[in-house]
């Protein structure tokens, strides 16, 4: 009896050891899991809903770098390995910070012959009149996050010495698949500034973008062939302005062209693969935009390595004053359409005309 009773506690005990053992390595699984397999996730926010979802690296300029239907490829140029680690691998925040390209969908201010015009912190860019690099704390400062849920968000960045405001940025994500961005400009200097905001969307250099203009609307284009660059071809079709970019003809190396533009429509379209990205925006009339620019520009980029190839598409509000604490606020719809059709104008454009409402 003594031996039955024996064997019993052994067994026991060896229960109760298996199950603290079990308890134990389970613990160190989920503290294994929440360490390293959300640490992307942990880096990228993300919102979502059955038609679309977006990402969000709020720790680099609260910029959006990924956009796409679910299941689907991601709309927005972007490069995941830069998502990683952000703190670690962001420029410094300051007056001397280099640019680093994250693309995706960024905000910058207007006009750009004044980003470095009205700051004392770097007297070598303010001399030189500098229009390079944006302001680093409104593209790769902290956004702190003041609302969030699994379809909305709001942030704030830091406070600018170079430009003297405070952005802050709304995403929110309709049950029908739309985006609402909407960026706001706080005036946090003790005088009046004057600036615009300017949405900068980028997407593969290959990628065929059309915007509704009439031939009045094309202000002009930047750019102009030298020893190494050509011009990125272009057309307008049905009333439509596109690129036609292609591999740079030797010996030239890059094909470059910027245009500015007036469109006669508050949209632009951007295809790319086998889906067509809608921009909604406010329309506004020619004297409401900075001379420097248009409401609407483009830019194509196609270089000789196989990461070059760039294609902005790029929105102004309106350039107006703000008065010390004033705000402004402008803001654009994103769709995303899947497109089975062909790659060219013909089939784009009808496709276009079919579904803009």
Not at 125 to 136: F, I, L, Y
Not at 212 to 233: L, N, Q, Y
Not at 300 to 306: D, K, L, P, T, V
């Amino acid at each position: 009896m003594i031996n039955v009773l024996k064997k019993s506690a052994d067994r026991i005990n060896k229960g109760r050891k298996l199950t603290v053992t079990l308890f134990i390595m389970a613990g160190f699984l989920i503290v294994y899991m929440a360490v390293f397999c959300s640490r992307e996730k942990d880096n990228l926010i993300i919102l979502h809903n059955d038609q679309i979802e977006v990402g969000i690296l709020s720790e680099v300029g609260g910029r959006v770098v990924l956009l796409r239907k679910p299941g689907l490829q991601n709309v927005f140029k972007s490069d995941e390995r830069l998502w990683r680690n952000p703190k670690k691998n962001k420029p410094e925040i300051s007056a001397f910070s280099d640019y680093k390209a994250y693309n995706g969908h960024i905000v910058w201010i207007g006009p750009q012959s004044e980003w470095w015009a009205n700051q004392s912190l770097n007297e070598q860019r303010h001399a030189s009149k500098a229009d390079w690099p944006p302001d680093p704390y409104l593209i790769y400062g902290r956004y702190k996050i003041i609302e969030q849920n699994h379809s909305r968000i709001k942030m704030r960045s830091p406070a600018s010495p170079i430009s003297g405001i405070r952005l802050f940025k709304e995403i929110s994500l309709e049950s029908d698949g739309r985006v609402i961005f909407t960026a706001t400009a706080e005036n946090i200097r003790k005088d009046t500034i004057c600036w615009d905001l300017w949405m900068n969307t980028r997407l593969d250099g290959f990628a065929k973008a059309y915007v509704p203009v009439e031939d009045a609307g094309i202000k002009e284009f930047i750019h102009s062939e030298d020893e190494i660059k050509e011009t990125t071809p272009f057309k307008i079709d049905s009333g439509y302005f596109s690129f036609s970019p292609s591999i740079p003809t030797k010996p030239k190396k890059e094909q470059v062209q910027e245009v500015h533009l007036y469109p006669s429509k508050g949209f632009i379209a951007g295809f790319t693969g086998q889906q067509m990205l809608l921009i909604r925006f406010d329309l506004l009339d020619e004297d409401r935009i900075h001379l420097e620019h248009g409401q609407v520009e483009l830019y194509s980029f196609i270089g000789g390595a196989a990461t070059d190839p760039l294609l902005e598409l790029e929105v102004h509000s309106e350039y107006k004053l703000l008065a010390p604490g004033e705000t402004m606020s402008f803001n654009e719809i994103w769709e995303i359409l899947p497109y089975n059709g062909e790659d060219n104008a013909t089939d784009q454009i009808q496709f276009l005309c079919e579904n803009i409402l």
